[in-house]
């Protein structure tokens, strides 16, 4: 049954009726809503036989999941932004043990300077941690990934980030379906671990490995990634046959077919991009997108097959890797190796900033016209930007940059404006 509710508050419903053993988390905005949540259903006796843990630290959030999975017990948690990275180490230790966490990231912009609004950079910093990730893109695909990751990472035996966007997703009220407790329990069997810590057969985890079986560890968690490649489709198509929804998967193609032009993206993005392409298809400008529902692993295959009949490629990507560009395009040209397709980077969308209609119209002339570069910025401010390195150029002491601009912008009223 259709509800309207928040989709934090839909999240912790979902993730309770996957009946969660320790649920253990950090407050950080904006994924806070979940797990306050998820500690009221605990206290209210709706959400049975589970331990919620009020941790010092995202660092031993990550911890107590950790042991707590070790013993044989479902474990939750959720972090954003600074958080997530501040269980790093954490991360590698999860994946590297097999062990079938899942998580909440509540993707958010990463500082200095300070910003709590839609990005991917939290997420896509981790990329490379041997979790798989798994991306939303609306409310109602970030309920149904949540119940399909955790049976994904206990089939597996692998961690599982489920990424929603931060404040666009998490604190939006809507018409959403959240399965009953019947519906989650004919899907999700009951928690079986592939390996536990128990005192009547003792061994040890995270042993030191030294060069000798290193490679070989390593290239096992690569090949659990490969065999999720096909797995995730496996789970997808049968929560769409219980559930009579389509959600999840690898990527989802939107009137690609015959497209000259296809734009590939992340997260919520995808609602006003087939806006777009609705609207340029109803003008006859032969225009499709990409979903792209699973980061990690990534689907080369499948991505190359939707995007081999393309002229033109364009990757929209709400993070930065400074000093390159694009971080989703680097895989994506991967993907195109050896086609004769034209690949672009898009920047967009950092730090909260509106990805408009107006804005991906004006994007797609330019592409169309010829005219878009290999890396783009969309809607940067250049005469912002100019006048910052101007007063770099002259010497003096500017200051940070972000005060100098805020300066510019009259938002502040600190210093000479």
Not at 286 to 313: C, D, I, M, S, T
Request: some cysteine; aromatic content about 6%.
């Amino acid at each position: 049954m259709r509800k309207q509710l928040e989709g934090s508050q839909a999240v912790a419903q979902a993730v309770a009726r996957c009946r969660p053993e320790v649920v253990c988390a950090y407050p950080i905005t904006p994924q806070t809503h979940i797990v306050e949540a998820l500690s009221r259903l605990a206290l209210s006796g709706e959400l049975e036989r589970c331990e919620v843990v009020n941790v010092e630290s995202e660092f031993a959030a990550m911890s107590v999941a950790i042991g707590a999975s070790a013993t044989g017990a479902r474990a939750y948690t959720a972090t954003a932004s600074q958080g997530l990275l501040f269980m790093a180490e954490v991360l590698f230790n999860a994946s590297g043990l097999g062990l079938p966490i899942v998580m909440t990231c509540a993707n958010r912009a990463v500082g200095s300077p300070i910003n709590i609004w839609n990005d991917h950079s939290d997420s896509m910093a981790m990329r490379d941690c041997g979790w798989i990730q798994l991306y939303a893109s609306d409310n109602q695909e970030a309920v149904d990934l949540h119940i399909q990751a955790f049976r994904i990472a206990e089939a597996l035996s692998t961690p599982v980030m489920v990424c929603m966007d931060g404040f666009v997703l998490t604190h939006a009220f809507e018409p959403l379906d959240v399965p009953s407790q019947e519906q989650v329990d004919g899907f999700l069997p009951g928690y079986e671990p592939r390996q536990v810590l128990d005192p009547d057969d003792p061994m040890t985890i995270g042993a030191m490995v030294g060069p000798e079986a290193f490679t070989e560890v390593r290239y096992l968690a690569h090949a659990k990634q490969i065999e999720a490649l096909d797995f995730i489709p496996q789970v997808a198509e049968e929560f769409r046959e219980r559930f009579g929804r389509a959600s999840g998967g690898l990527l989802d193609s939107y009137r690609s077919e015959g497209a000259e032009t296809v734009v590939v993206a992340l997260g919520s993005v995808l609602g006003t991009l087939a806006e777009v392409v609705d609207e340029l298809r109803d003008q006859g400008v032969a225009v499709g997108a990409v979903a792209l529902k699973a980061f990690r692993p990534f689907p080369l295959e499948e991505l190359r097959g939707v995007l081999g009949g393309a002229q033109r490629v364009i990757v929209l990507e709400r993070a930065l890797a400074v000093g390159i560009g694009g971080i989703v395009s680097s895989d994506v040209r991967t993907a195109l190796a050896g086609l004769s397709v034209e690949a672009h980077t898009v920047i967009a969308g950092l730090g909260g900033r509106a990805i408009t209609r107006r804005s991906l119209h004006a994007l797609l002339a330019q592409a169309l016209a010829g005219q878009l570069p290999e890396l783009h910025f969309l809607d940067l401010r250049t005469d912002v930007i100019e006048r910052e390195l101007e007063r770099t150029r002259d010497g003096g002491r500017p200051g940070p940059h972000a005060e100098s601009i805020l300066r510019d912008l009259r938002i502040v009223a600190s210093g000479p404006v």
